[in-house]
C-alpha cells in the first residue's frame, strides 16, 4: 500500500523558506512520477512542481525561480526547497505520486502539510 507523509510546513514571513519533505513507503520513488500539489481552502487544486521517474523537473509558472524539487531516492523521499515565499504561498501542500507524468493527475495523495506566509 502507498503512504505518502509530508512534514516541514509551518509559518514563515514572506521571504522566507521552508523545505518540505514527504517520506514515500510502498512504492519505489525511482518508479512513480511524485509531485506537489497545493490548494487553498475553497479553491481548486493547483500543481506546484513534479518530477518524474527519470528526474524531469516541471513547475508552475507562479513557483518557478523560487521553489526547487528534489527526490533522494535511496531513501524514497521528495523534497520542496521553496525560497522568497510570498503570502500567495499560502496553501495546504500535498504531496503525490503516480505511475507517468503527463500532467498533474496523480494517484496517491499524503494527507497535506500547512505553509502560511505572513506579510
Known amino acids: 500500500q502507498v503512504q505518502l507523509v509530508e512534514s516541514g510546513g509551518g509559518s514563515v514571513q514572506a521571504g522566507g523558506s521552508l523545505r518540505l519533505s514527504c517520506q514515500a513507503s510502498g512504492m519505489n520513488s525511482r518508479e512513480y512520477c511524485m509531485g506537489w500539489v497545493r490548494q487553498v481552502p475553497g479553491n481548486v487544486r493547483e500543481g506546484v512542481a513534479r518530477m518524474s521517474a527519470g528526474g524531469l523537473a516541471r513547475y508552475a509558472d507562479s513557483v518557478k525561480g523560487r521553489f526547487t524539487i528534489s527526490k533522494d531516492n535511496a531513501k524514497n523521499i521528495l523534497y520542496l526547497q521553496m525560497d522568497n515565499l510570498n503570502p500567495e504561498d499560502t496553501a495546504i501542500y500535498y504531496c503525490?505520486?503516480?505511475?507517468?507524468?503527463?500532467?498533474?493527475?496523480?494517484?496517491?495523495w499524503g494527507q497535506g502539510t500547512q505553509v502560511t506566509v505572513s506579510s
Open positions: 503525490a505520486a503516480a505511475a507517468t507524468c503527463p500532467s498533474w493527475q496523480f494517484t496517491y
